[in-house]
């Protein structure tokens, strides 16, 4: 087992230098996890890139608004792409006024400013399939008021927003109780006549596809959202020819171009980046030649680069549980009083939603990324390797240690010497499920900047791309087979007919 240790630190260095290997970035930009977002993330560092002063990084889909925002006053990122009414609504809550002096003034205490308009305004509204038997029945927000049955899917992000569906429902004395769906999701549901309503962004290029009608916001509830930049105060002065370039970038944008550049990543297939480049250099974004194969975007450019932060992810935290894990088992074992207390502790842990164990880490470490991610997935590995440790320990036959106690061993000798080497195999048990249950958590670790396969599944999301998801879901679960396999060639080497037969040759 120490051999198997020594090759995961090995395994976790090496994924920490492809992870890690260049220069940290000068300017990071952030995104959100949606189209539009993703666009204007890349339209943002690409024109930062012209500009020659700095080196450009762009952290895409990092989550909701509130880890963006956690994420750039801790300095993670230096700007990202957001919208009038969602400051004014949910960072600020409704105690500034609308224009953006009144903003920036509110803002100013943080550390942070808002400015450069893009030129366009994307506001949420409700929509309903146009050719649906509840379209028939609703015009008007106020209208669902009094239509019963109908079903309503809307992104998480909205159910919980202070703009969102908590105030129009008391606004609209709405009573209906929504489905959470992810927003790409939400219009494939709507299409198969699963849901009758959704929330919608009105620059979404697949309004017309689905033709869908958004209901009149009749009581006046929505505030402006126009596009703009949210960043740090101080980036003008420390990155000052970036900053200029960014500038160019006021007012270019009409809401017709902004639909249009979300079809040509949404429904014409092209990537964020080459979307982003077809505006900066002014030309229309032309739909591929053919549609990138599954094989093209499985092997793709960045596949070395999200191994590599894959493994990182798994291998360090799995090392990190296992160092702790095993201390806590062997605790466990020993004191029945200590066992109360770890056991419930540790399967706690196991039982907290990951992403609000993961927005807590990012306000402990005040930090987004690998940090935060390794932490989260160290604490999700604990449980079945304390447990199996425990289990292994107490599985021993009580007379052995007492014999070597009785011959003068000291008690961390007999423990070093004979209780983990009789325990090893369950030991490595509870190491190998935890390995495997990190292969598949850390996706998540792409919500928060940490990159990792979940980049691919996250995108795939965004724009409702089966193949992307594919893309992303495949070599995780590879990964998990081949741990498997590792650690259960090894959990059969320290069996004891394999011993046997050892001696034997």
């Known amino acids: 087992m120490p051999q198997l240790f020594k090759a995961g630190w090995a395994a976790a260095l090496f994924a920490l230098f492809c992870n890690v290997g260049g220069h940290a970035a000068d300017f990071n930009v952030g995104s959100k996890r949606f189209t539009e977002s993703y666009i204007l993330g890349e339209i943002i560092a690409q024109t930062a890139r012209q500009a020659g002063d700095a080196q450009v990084a762009h952290k895409p889909g990092l989550g909701n608004t509130a880890i963006l925002f956690a994420a750039l006053q801790s300095g993670a990122i230096d700007v990202y792409p957001e919208y009038s009414g969602t400051i004014v609504e949910e960072l600020l809550g409704g105690k500034s006024g609308a224009t953006l002096a009144e903003i920036n003034h509110a803002l100013a205490p943080l550390g942070l400013a808002a400015g450069v308009p893009l030129g366009f305004g994307n506001s949420y509204a409700l929509a309903v399939s146009a050719s649906s038997t509840a379209a028939a029945r609703v015009n008007a927000i106020s209208d669902l008021a009094g239509s019963r049955g109908l079903r309503l899917g809307l992104s998480q992000e909205f159910l919980n927003r202070r703009d969102g569906w908590p105030a129009l429902q008391q606004r609209y004395g709405l009573s209906d109780k929504p489905r959470g769906l992810d927003h790409g999701l939400a219009y494939e549901a709507l299409a198969a006549q699963q849901i009758d309503v959704m929330d919608v962004y009105t620059t979404d290029a697949k309004l017309s596809r689905h033709a869908l009608r958004i209901l009149a916001d009749d009581q006046k509830f929505f505030p402006r959202y126009d596009a703009l930049l949210l960043y740090r105060a101080d980036l003008p002065q420390r990155l000052p020819a970036t900053w200029q370039a960014i500038k160019t970038l006021e007012n270019r944008i009409a809401q017709t171009r902004m639909i249009e550049l979300n079809a040509a990543a949404e429904l014409d297939g092209l990537s964020f980046a080459s979307v982003a480049a077809s505006f900066i250099g002014g030309t229309p974004a032309a739909a591929p030649q053919r549609a990138p194969r599954f094989v093209d975007r499985l092997l793709g450019d960045d596949l070395s680069r999200l191994a590599g932060q894959h493994l990182l992810l798994v291998f360090l935290s799995l090392l990190l549980s296992a160092a702790v894990g095993i201390p806590l088992g062997i605790a466990a074992a020993r004191s029945p009083k200590a066992q109360t207390f770890i056991m419930p502790a540790v399967a706690v842990l196991q039982t907290i939603p990951a992403l609000a164990l993961l927005a807590f880490l990012i306000a402990l470490f005040d930090r987004i990324g690998t940090l935060p991610a390794v932490a989260a997935l160290f604490l999700y590995g604990l449980l079945p390797i304390v447990r199996n440790t425990a289990t292994g320990l107490l599985e021993i036959p009580r007379g052995l240690p007492q014999a070597a106690a009785a011959l003068g061993l000291r008690r961390g000798v007999i423990l070093r010497l004979i209780e983990l080497p009789l325990a090893a195999r369950t030991i490595l048990a509870g190491v190998r499920t935890s390995a495997v249950i990190n292969v598949g958590t850390a996706t998540i670790a792409a919500f928060i900047g940490a990159g ?36 259960g060639a090894a959990e059969r080497g320290l069996s004891p007919g394999s011993r046997e037969q050892d001696g034997r040759t």
């Open 452 to 487: 990792g396969f979940g980049e691919r599944i996250v995108a795939g999301l965004a724009v409702n791309d089966h193949a992307m998801l594919l893309a992303g879901a495949l070599p995780a679960a590879l990964l998990a087979i081949l741990i498997e396999l590792v650690f």
